[in-house]
């Protein structure tokens, strides 16, 4: 098994600024995730975060609203950039290994003010 | 199109009681099935995984069961426990683009009251 360590837990920004959140996983794993969960909603995948090249995002965002970063096989940020009211939301990190098991971290909630 | 479904969305039992969460499937190909657990405000986590051939498997209070041909599984919770409110999630990895994308459902709410 994996522990993910997401942080901050939860977070108040003021709409135009910027909040980067880190990703720690205990174990290398190839795979990490960034999703986001709006109230009373399913997770949605934001993008695959990639180790040593640019992530890989789904439709609907873009490099330039969440920027990611994967240094290494344990750690990544995601970057929510110049928020709105819009963006709040939970912010979850997952990491897994393809075919096995998916483990989250227990989520960043973002709301903006 | 990839998709789970879940049913029903709300659930509200007296704890004690007994409970069956249901997910309907179409990702193709198959791999395996999940269930998640997800407390308010807490990342989800693991109840069981299920490959093509499983057909049952348990977790304690809970019990998941597989059908392949009919592409539906369902969640069993026995005795509920206060504890046991949560959102449960049924998850389907759709291989797509070089690794196992994660097909979520939209859960189902479970209310357990005293």
């Known amino acids: 098994s994996a522990v993910i360590s997401q942080k901050p837990s939860r977070d108040i920004c003021q709409r135009g600024t910027s909040l980067t959140i880190q990703c720690q996983v205990d174990?290398?794993?190839?795979?990490m995730f960034w999703y986001r969960q709006q109230p009373g909603q399913s997770l949605t995948l934001i993008a695959t975060?990639?180790?040593?090249?640019?992530?890989?995002?789904e439709s609907g965002f873009v490099i330039d609203k969440f920027p990611i970063s994967r240094p290494n096989l344990t750690f990544s940020t995601l970057t929510v950039s110049n928020m709105s009211p819009e963006d709040s939301s939970i912010y979850l990190c997952?990491?897994?290994?393809?075919?096995?098991?998916?483990?989250f971290g227990q989520g960043t909630r973002l709301t903006v003010v | 199109k990839n998709q789970v479904e879940q049913s029903p969305q709300s659930l509200i039992i007296l704890e004690g009681k007994n409970c069956t969460l249901q997910?309907?499937?179409?990702?193709?190909?198959?791999?395996?099935l999940r269930w998640y657990k997800q407390d308010t405000g807490r990342g989800p986590v693991s109840l069981t995984i299920?490959?093509?051939?499983?057909n049952t498997k348990s977790n304690g209070r809970y019990t998941a069961t597989l059908d392949a041909d009919t592409k539906q599984s369902s969640l069993h919770i026995t005795a509920s426990q206060l504890s046991d409110s949560a959102s449960y999630i049924c998850?389907?990895?759709?291989?797509?683009?070089?690794?196992?994308?994660?097909?979520f459902g939209a859960g189902t709410r479970l209310a357990v009251h005293p």
């Open positions: 997952s990491a897994g290994q393809g075919t096995t098991e998916a483990f």
């Open positions: 174990s290398q794993v190839t795979m």
């Open positions: 975060a990639n180790q040593g090249s640019e992530a890989t995002y």
């Open positions: 997910c309907n499937y179409t990702v193709s190909p198959f791999s395996n």
């Open positions: 299920m490959t093509f051939s499983e």
């Open positions: 998850v389907v990895p759709s291989f797509s683009g070089g690794y196992n994308k994660l097909i």
